[in-house]
Protein backbone atom coordinates (compact mmCIF):
# COMPACT_ATOMS: atom_id res chain seq x y z
CA UNK A 1 0.00 0.00 0.00
CA UNK A 2 1.44 3.24 -1.26
CA UNK A 3 0.76 6.23 1.63
CA UNK A 4 1.16 9.60 -0.10
CA UNK A 5 1.29 12.29 2.40
CA UNK A 6 1.20 15.98 1.95
CA UNK A 7 0.14 19.60 3.52
CA UNK A 8 2.92 19.94 5.82
CA UNK A 9 5.43 23.19 5.92
CA UNK A 10 6.32 26.28 8.28
CA UNK A 11 3.26 27.75 10.80
CA UNK A 12 3.36 30.10 13.35
CA UNK A 13 2.94 29.27 16.83
CA UNK A 14 -0.92 29.01 17.51
CA UNK A 15 -1.54 28.45 13.73
CA UNK A 16 -3.10 25.56 11.71
CA UNK A 17 -2.45 22.83 9.27
CA UNK A 18 -3.91 20.01 7.71
CA UNK A 19 -2.34 17.55 6.29
CA UNK A 20 -3.61 14.48 4.10
CA UNK A 21 -2.72 10.63 3.36
CA UNK A 22 -3.59 9.35 0.50
CA UNK A 23 -3.79 5.63 -0.53
CA UNK A 24 -5.15 3.35 -3.23
CA UNK A 25 -7.60 1.40 -0.74
CA UNK A 26 -9.16 1.71 2.13
CA UNK A 27 -7.02 1.05 5.15
CA UNK A 28 -6.56 1.58 9.25
CA UNK A 29 -4.65 4.92 9.70
CA UNK A 30 -2.77 6.40 11.60
CA UNK A 31 -0.65 9.01 12.04
CA UNK A 32 3.00 9.32 13.76
CA UNK A 33 5.91 12.29 14.17
CA UNK A 34 9.50 11.70 14.98
CA UNK A 35 11.30 14.81 15.95
CA UNK A 36 15.55 15.68 15.95
CA UNK A 37 17.02 13.02 18.29
CA UNK A 38 13.55 11.57 19.35
CA UNK A 39 12.07 8.03 18.77
CA UNK A 40 9.08 7.95 16.53
CA UNK A 41 5.69 8.70 18.80
CA UNK A 42 2.15 8.19 18.52
CA UNK A 43 0.15 11.05 17.48
CA UNK A 44 -3.75 9.73 16.05
CA UNK A 45 -5.65 6.72 15.19
CA UNK A 46 -8.59 5.64 13.25
CA UNK A 47 -9.88 2.45 13.32
CA UNK A 48 -13.22 2.55 13.62
CA UNK A 49 -12.98 4.49 16.71
CA UNK A 50 -10.35 7.19 17.65
CA UNK A 51 -7.64 7.95 19.58
CA UNK A 52 -5.27 10.53 20.10
CA UNK A 53 -2.06 11.10 22.02
CA UNK A 54 -2.62 13.49 25.31
CA UNK A 55 0.00 16.00 24.26
CA UNK A 56 -2.49 16.58 20.78
CA UNK A 57 -5.88 15.73 22.09
CA UNK A 58 -8.07 18.42 22.11
CA UNK A 59 -5.98 20.05 19.24
CA UNK A 60 -5.51 17.93 16.51
CA UNK A 61 -8.31 15.73 15.01
CA UNK A 62 -8.26 12.69 12.62
CA UNK A 63 -11.06 11.69 9.90
CA UNK A 64 -11.24 10.20 6.94
CA UNK A 65 -13.10 11.96 3.10
CA UNK A 66 -16.48 10.34 2.26
CA UNK A 67 -15.58 10.00 -1.65
CA UNK A 68 -12.00 8.61 -1.02
CA UNK A 69 -9.39 6.48 1.06
CA UNK A 70 -7.91 9.87 1.95
CA UNK A 71 -7.65 10.70 5.59
CA UNK A 72 -6.49 14.00 7.52
CA UNK A 73 -5.07 15.57 10.27
CA UNK A 74 -6.35 19.00 11.26
CA UNK A 75 -3.75 20.05 13.83
CA UNK A 76 -4.88 23.73 15.75
CA UNK A 77 -3.10 25.83 18.44
CA UNK A 78 0.07 24.04 16.67
CA UNK A 79 2.92 24.95 19.52
CA UNK A 80 6.35 24.78 18.55
CA UNK A 81 7.10 21.18 20.20
CA UNK A 82 4.70 19.70 17.70
CA UNK A 83 7.71 20.40 14.84
CA UNK A 84 8.46 16.81 13.68
CA UNK A 85 8.19 14.13 10.54
CA UNK A 86 4.62 13.80 10.59
CA UNK A 87 4.28 9.76 9.02
CA UNK A 88 1.07 8.42 7.67
CA UNK A 89 0.52 4.31 8.73
CA UNK A 90 -1.81 2.07 7.47
CA UNK A 91 -2.72 -1.46 8.16
CA UNK A 92 -5.06 -3.67 6.26
CA UNK A 93 -6.06 -5.09 9.56
CA UNK A 94 -7.36 -3.71 12.44
CA UNK A 95 -4.63 -3.44 15.22
CA UNK A 96 -5.63 -4.96 18.32
CA UNK A 97 -6.85 -1.85 20.44
CA UNK A 98 -3.91 -2.11 22.90
CA UNK A 99 -1.09 -1.63 20.10
CA UNK A 100 -3.08 0.90 18.41
CA UNK A 101 -0.25 3.27 19.42
CA UNK A 102 2.95 1.32 18.74
CA UNK A 103 4.93 1.79 15.67
CA UNK A 104 5.01 -2.12 15.44
CA UNK A 105 1.34 -2.58 14.90
CA UNK A 106 1.49 -0.74 11.54
CA UNK A 107 2.64 -2.40 8.11
CA UNK A 108 2.66 0.74 5.68
CA UNK A 109 4.61 4.07 6.14
CA UNK A 110 4.63 6.88 4.09
CA UNK A 111 7.49 9.03 3.38
CA UNK A 112 6.58 12.21 5.64
CA UNK A 113 6.47 15.66 6.08
CA UNK A 114 7.81 18.02 7.64
CA UNK A 115 5.81 20.80 9.94
CA UNK A 116 7.98 23.27 11.57
CA UNK A 117 6.15 25.72 14.34
CA UNK A 118 8.60 28.83 14.84
CA UNK A 119 7.97 32.14 14.80
Known amino acids: VQLVESGGGLVQPGGSLRLSCAAP????RAWFRQAPGKEREFVAA?????YYADSVKDRFTISKANANNTVYLQMNRLKPEDTAVYYC????????????????????WGQGTQVTVSS
Open 89 to 108: AASRNRPITSNTRSVFAWYY
Open 25 to 28: ERTY
Open 46 to 50: LTGST
